[in-house]
């Protein structure tokens, strides 16, 4: 399985942007996709997740409101949709999925990762 982001930007406090993640590959697989960021000098952490049927998902507290995570099976892409942008969200976000159909809030569970897109708020 391979993941493409894309739609990261320069954006000014309080601005949204829209980023996206589509796979390819072997993705009959996959069973739940997420979203993690990885800010200068600190680690990779979890955003948000889906499940494949979009039926469940979960938000770190911090975006609670603001983020709102999505897929289309038919494109086999996952979105997250972020609005009210703070300077605390730079950092570089990356997709990821996994084959469980049990929502993963930890890095390691996720298997497949894509190449990470640059968010940068600017207040």
């Known amino acids: 399985v391979q993941l493409q982001a894309s739609g990261g930007g320069l954006v000014q406090a309080e601005g949204f942007l829209r980023l996206s993640c589509a796979a390819s590959?072997?993705?009959?697989?996959?069973?739940?996709m997420g979203w993690f960021r990885q800010a200068p000098g600190k680690e990779r952490e979890f955003v948000a997740c889906?499940?494949?049927?979009?039926?469940?998902?979960y938000y770190t507290d911090s975006v609670k409101g603001r983020f709102t995570i999505s897929n289309d099976n038919a494109s086999n892409s996952v979105y997250l949709q972020m609005n009210s942008l703070k300077p605390e969200d730079t950092a570089v976000y990356f997709c990821?999925?996994?084959?469980?159909?049990?929502?993963?809030?930890?890095?390691?569970?996720?298997?497949?990762w894509g190449q990470g897109t640059q968010v940068t708020v600017s207040s």
């Open positions: 889906i499940t494949l049927s979009g039926t469940s998902s």
């Open positions: 990821a999925m996994h084959t469980s159909r049990v929502l993963f809030t930890i890095p390691l569970r996720y298997r497949y």
């Open positions: 590959g072997s993705i009959l697989r996959i069973n739940a």
